[in-house]
Structure formats: structure tokens, C-alpha cells
T-cell receptor, first 115, second 118 residues
Framework: AQKITQTQPGMFVQEKEAVTLDCTYD???????LFWYKQPSSGEMIFLIY??????QNATEGRYSLNFQKARKSANLVISASQLGDSAMYFC????????????FGKGNQVVVIP | GEEVAQTPKHLVRGEGQKAKLYCAPI?????VFWYQQVLKNEFKFLIS????????ETGMPKERFSAKCLPNSPCSLEIQATKLEDSAVYFC????????????????FGPGTRLTVL
């Protein structure tokens, strides 16, 4: 069964606008972690932001923030003030349990920022 | 080092040939993970190590894939008798072991090895 769902088609966003990328997850664990990674066309995987299941507040990291709604099992990424360099694939991932368990990835969201 | 290093960057093999990929984790990181990315979006977990011990191998296709992490050597992922469907980018990631319920133990990814099987 799919543990991470990212269903949005490719998105175009105007430079300087905000964009929200949807991610829903499925787990029966009480303890888990949610990650967002960026993969530009060059192929490397860049860690953006993390949210733990016990974290009371939404995570923020510069222009990235995570809208964590535990009851809905969603962990949407918000990128504010989009820049041309934000054009990339964005992957949501989940680690079930805590520690160093493997990540389960969604299929990604393609974002293209237009000037 | 401060980054996960993977070699080679690209690897081309004929069907049936062996392929061996290498990964040097970030110094001080205890955990190493291998993921396979097919068609630019599907990630599949293969195997993870805690130091030189297998931690989780539930994703490994047992027949043709093997992996090792030996002390003082890069970790390796070997594919015997490659098939066309093994064409993918293979990522290695490493993470520290901070421990504790709230530690997130971020996985740092290497640049990947692109394997093309012809």
C-alpha cells in the first residue's frame, strides 16, 4: 500500500508567489518523521525540512514551512516567495518509528517557476 | 568527508554483466542506506547498514543484489548479471545516530550513480 501520496500534476508558479505542495501519508505508528527533499534537474537530493510526529509546532526553515495536520495525516510543504532556482521535483518522505529506519518516498511534485 | 561520495557517476553495462557501485558516507555517520530511483520519480529502498552490520535488508532483491560496508572501506552495492530493469540512479545516503524519540536523523544523500544496462 502506498504510504506517501503526492498527487498534484506539474505546477507552474509565478516568481515571488507562494506555492503549496500536498503530501498525505499512511501509518499506524505513533512515532514517525516526515521529510521534504528537493531534486533539481541536476539530480542531487537536497534536504529541505523535517517534521516529527510529536512536534507541537509546524516546522519552518527559511522560505520553507511545513503545514502539519496530524489528524488528517497531511504534511504540506509551503514555499514562500518562489525563486527561479526553486524549479525542481519535490519529494515527501516518511520514516516510520524513530531512529534510523528507511524512508518511504512519494512520487514527487514537479514545480516550474516562471519569471 | 563532509559529503556522501559515490562512484562512479555513470556506469554502462551490457545485460548479464556485473555492476559494482561505491559509497563513502559522511565521516562519523553510523548508518548507510541504498535507494534505487527509477524513471526520475519512484524511489525504492534497498538496504541499510549500521556500521558494518546489515540493519534492514527488506528491500533487497536477494538473487542478484548484494551489499557490504566493511571497516575502513567504502560501502559497495553489487549487481550480478544485470538486467534491463536495473537501469536506474542508485543513491547512497548516510545519517548520524543521535538517538532519542525526537531526533530526526536526517539522511544526507550522495549525488547518485546512474546505471544504464544495454
Amino acid at each position: 500500500a502506498q504510504k506517501i501520496t503526492q498527487t498534484q500534476p506539474g505546477m507552474f508558479v509565478q516568481e515571488k508567489e507562494a506555492v503549496t505542495l500536498d503530501c498525505t501519508y499512511d501509518t499506524s505508528d505513533q512515532s514517525y518523521g516526515l521529510f521534504w527533499y528537493k531534486q533539481p534537474s541536476s539530480g542531487e537530493m537536497i534536504f529541505l525540512i523535517y517534521q516529527g510526529s510529536y512536534d507541537e509546532q509546524n516546522a519552518t526553515e527559511g522560505r520553507y514551512s511545513l503545514n502539519f495536520q496530524k489528524a488528517r495525516k497531511s504534511a504540506n510543504l509551503v514555499i514562500s516567495a518562489s525563486q527561479l532556482g526553486d524549479s525542481a521535483m519535490y519529494f515527501c518522505a516518511m520514516r516510520e518509528g524513530y531512529g534510523n529506519n528507511r524512508l518511504a518516498f512519494g512520487k514527487g511534485n514537479q514545480v516550474v517557476v516562471i519569471p | 568527508g563532509e559529503e556522501v561520495a559515490q562512484t562512479p557517476k555513470h556506469l554502462v553495462r551490457g545485460e548479464g554483466q556485473k555492476a559494482k557501485l561505491y559509497c563513502a558516507p559522511i565521516k562519523g555517520h553510523s548508518y548507510v542506506f541504498w535507494y534505487q530511483q527509477v524513471l526520475k520519480n519512484e524511489f525504492k529502498f534497498l538496504i541499510s547498514f549500521q556500521n558494518e552490520n546489515v540493519f534492514d535488508e527488506t528491500g533487497m532483491p536477494k538473487e542478484r543484489f548484494s551489499a557490504k560496508c566493511l571497516p575502513n572501506s567504502p560501502c559497495s552495492l553489487e549487481i550480478q548479471a544485470t538486467k534491463l530493469e536495473d537501469s536506474a540512479v542508485y543513491f547512497c545516503a548516510s545519517s548520524p545516530n543521535r538517538g532519542g524519540r525526537d531526533s530526526y536523523n536526517e539522511q544526507f544523500f550522495g549525488p547518485g550513480t546512474r546505471l544504464t544496462v544495454l
